[in-house]
């Protein structure tokens, strides 16, 4: 981890961006505009937002179709059980029934 580069900590994105393909996977991924405040890279997107469009990139990167990627941004959602639980009938619908 260099201490200098605001984005050397994120663990999930080195170990995909190390990762090679696994047919069949799927990914639903959320956030939530109010999720966090912080801003580590001065870029105007919240960490935790930004850390998930990074992440959807790596999985493009390694080969994976927009259609095995879900990506739910919630607007005013929080990382909470309330957003979770507006948004667990779309995953549901996502998961099980397409």
Same mark, same amino acid.
């Given at each position: 981890?260099?201490?200098?580069? &605001? *984005? /050397?900590?994120? $663990?999930?994105? *080195?170990?995909?961006?190390? /990762? ?13 505009? %109010?999720?966090? #405040? @912080? +801003?580590?890279?001065?870029?105007? !997107?919240?960490? /935790? $937002?930004? +850390?998930?469009? *990074? =992440? =959807?990139? @790596?999985? %493009?990167?390694?080969?994976? /179709?927009?259609?095995? $990627?879900?990506?739910? #941004? !919630? ?5 909470? &059980?309330?957003?979770?639980?507006? !948004?667990?009938? *779309? ?8």
């Amino acid at each position: 981890m260099n201490p200098n580069e &605001p *984005d /050397s900590h994120r $663990i999930m994105h *080195d170990i995909l961006h190390r /990762s090679l393909k696994r047919e069949g996977l799927q990914f639903w991924l959320q956030t939530g505009t %109010k999720d966090e #405040e @912080e +801003d580590r890279n001065k870029n105007g !997107v919240i960490d /935790s $937002i930004d +850390d998930t469009l *990074d =992440i =959807i990139d @790596e999985l %493009k990167r390694l080969g994976y /179709s927009e259609t095995a $990627i879900r990506y739910v #941004e !919630v607007e005013n959602g929080y990382h909470n &059980p309330e957003t979770w639980a507006g !948004v667990l009938p *779309d995953f549901l619908t996502w998961a099980f029934w397409k």
